[in-house]
């Protein structure tokens, strides 16, 4: 409970673009947001910059948060009505932290646009961030506390710069003064690293996921060849090509449909018969989407960054209601009782064929009560405590 007479320490919130897409950070802070005043800082650098149309698109979207107009109405998040959303902050980022020079300049540049803004919040503020690139900025910002949010192994996530996420890591782990990571493997990730972490695995929003939705077939899915075989989140190299292969070759009808961000997939992955990708669609739409799908599937590769991470998407699969074959790792085997698990490319394909028959069995309906004790609300609440230093 709030007491209005004593509220609560701003947050400032070093993360990936509000509102770019539904991450566990911007879940959790939605949650504080109608007690808690909080500045997003969205942040650039963890990519090596590329000569490439991935590149120039982000750069552009940079370019118009920088220089452009301000959006009337901000951007939200999951959940969030635009009266609950933070203040944004966009400042101007050198592209890498890979040299001294680049380093050395966005601690001058994110110093200058934030310093005065930290001293004009009524209380010295309480900072989460899930990128280790702040590592400079300890000892800098007059803040009260630093919480390291740890999400990724970002040193071997596709696509990022991971040696310099790596350096500036081991840079920040012994400054903060808390850690919270979302994985058993992140917390053994991050011990390593000289600090302790508290556990804190991802959440679900149910009430979304088992809200009614419009009958018929969306409006996305349209043209496609059922039953349709569900995929949502980034496609990259994370995804297992055997595992999707062999599915696309030994289907006997239907769909398989891959939808969200691409982040440079193998390029024969979006070729293969029956392969159709679909771009991203708003946050409210997946529940109609997983309502019209026979089968959620989720065809991670075995690797260290599928190790590590916590994927959003299994508690939504499972809070959908619908039948789930994902790849056997550590963060899925926990809920193995709720969805099946695959380790070769033979057991996935067996298992979703036989869930286009049988659909979601009794038992695993069963199992996923569970997942009512798994809400948003409820991590938020716990990594708020973590925050306040209790």
Same mark, same amino acid.
């Given at each position: 409970?709030?007491?209005?007479?004593?509220?609560?320490?701003?947050?400032?919130?070093?993360?990936?673009?509000?509102?770019?897409?539904?991450?566990?950070? $911007?879940?959790?802070?939605?949650? #504080?947001? &109608?007690?808690?005043?909080?500045?997003?800082?969205?942040?650039?650098?963890?990519?090596?910059?590329?000569?490439?149309? /991935?590149?120039a698109r982000r750069v552009a979207?940079?370019?118009? $948060?920088?220089?452009?107009?301000?959006?009337?109405?901000?951007?939200?998040?999951?959940?969030?009505?635009?009266?609950?959303? &933070?203040?944004?902050? /966009? =400042?101007?980022?050198? =592209?890498?932290?890979?040299?001294?020079?680049?380093?050395?300049?966005?601690?001058? #540049?994110?110093?200058?646009?934030?310093?005065s803004l930290v001293e004009s919040?009524? $209380? !010295?503020?309480?900072?989460?961030?899930?990128? =280790?690139?702040?590592?400079?900025?300890?000892?800098?910002?007059?803040?009260?506390?630093?919480?390291?949010?740890?999400?990724?192994?970002?040193?071997?996530?596709?696509? %990022?710069?991971?040696?310099?996420?790596?350096?500036?890591?081991?840079?920040?782990?012994?400054?903060?003064?808390?850690?919270?990571?979302? /994985?058993?493997?992140?917390?053994?990730?991050?011990?390593?690293?000289?600090? &302790?972490?508290?556990?804190?695995?991802?959440?679900?929003?149910?009430?979304?996921?088992?809200?009614?939705?419009? &009958?018929?077939?969306? #409006?996305? *899915?349209?043209?496609?060849?059922?039953?349709?075989?569900? *995929?949502?989140?980034?496609?990259?190299?994370?995804?297992?090509?055997? *595992?999707?292969?062999?599915? /696309?070759?030994?289907?006997?009808?239907?769909?398989?449909?891959?939808?969200?961000?691409?982040?440079?997939?193998?390029?024969?992955?979006?070729?293969?018969?029956?392969?159709? %990708?679909?771009?991203?669609?708003?946050?409210?739409?997946? =529940?109609?989407?997983?309502?019209?799908?026979?089968v959620l599937v989720m065809p991670?590769?075995?690797?260290?960054?599928?190790?590590?991470?916590?994927?959003?998407?299994?508690? @939504? %699969?499972?809070?959908?209601?619908? !039948?789930?074959?994902?790849?056997?790792?550590?963060?899925?085997?926990?809920?193995?009782?709720?969805?099946?698990?695959?380790?070769?490319?033979?057991? *996935?394909?067996?298992?979703?064929?036989?869930?286009?028959?049988?659909?979601?069995?009794?038992?695993?309906?069963?199992?996923?009560?569970?997942?009512?004790?798994?809400?948003?609300?409820?991590?938020?609440? $716990?990594? @708020?405590?973590?925050?306040?230093?209790?």
């Open positions: 409970m709030i007491d209005p007479a004593h509220p609560s320490r701003p947050l400032l919130v070093f993360a990936d673009d509000w509102g770019r897409h539904p991450s566990s950070c $911007q879940h959790l802070i939605g949650k #504080l947001l &109608p007690h808690r005043e909080v500045v997003w800082v969205n942040t650039i650098g963890t990519r090596p910059p590329r000569l490439d149309w /991935s590149t979207g940079k370019f118009r $948060q920088w220089f452009g107009p301000r959006p009337a109405v901000p951007t939200t998040a999951p959940e969030q009505a635009p009266a609950l959303s &933070p203040r944004i902050i /966009s =400042p101007k980022m050198w =592209p890498s932290f890979r040299s001294a020079f680049g380093r050395g300049l966005n601690r001058k #540049l994110l110093t200058r646009a934030l310093k919040l009524a $209380q !010295p503020p309480d900072v989460v961030t899930t990128l =280790p690139l702040v590592a400079d900025l300890i000892g800098v910002l007059p803040v009260r506390r630093w919480v390291y949010y740890c999400v990724d192994d970002f040193s071997v996530w596709p696509g %990022y710069d991971g040696a310099t996420m790596l350096t500036m890591e081991r840079d920040l782990i012994p400054k903060v003064d808390a850690v919270v990571a979302v /994985s058993d493997t992140l917390v053994k990730h991050v011990d390593e690293l000289g600090k &302790p972490a508290h556990l804190l695995t991802h959440g679900v929003d149910l009430d979304h996921w088992r809200s009614p939705v419009s &009958p018929g077939l969306p #409006l996305e *899915f349209a043209g496609l060849k059922p039953p349709v075989i569900l *995929f949502w989140g980034v496609v990259d190299r994370r995804m297992d090509m055997a *595992f999707v292969k062999h599915l /696309s070759a030994h289907l006997p009808e239907g769909t398989i449909v891959l939808v969200g961000p691409k982040e440079d997939p193998d390029p024969e992955l979006l070729a293969l018969p029956r392969v159709v %990708y679909l771009p991203p669609v708003a946050f409210d739409r997946l =529940p109609a989407l997983a309502a019209a799908a026979a991670y590769i075995d690797a260290p960054v599928t190790h590590a991470m916590q994927p959003l998407k299994l508690k @939504e %699969y499972i809070a959908t209601g619908r !039948p789930a074959v994902v790849r056997a790792l550590p963060a899925t085997k926990e809920w193995g009782d709720c969805v099946d698990l695959a380790a070769t490319p033979e057991e *996935f394909t067996a298992r979703v064929i036989n869930r286009l028959t049988t659909g979601l069995p009794g038992d695993q309906n069963q199992a996923r009560v569970r997942l009512n004790r798994e809400g948003w609300a409820d991590k938020a609440h $716990q990594l @708020e405590k973590w925050v306040n230093g209790e």
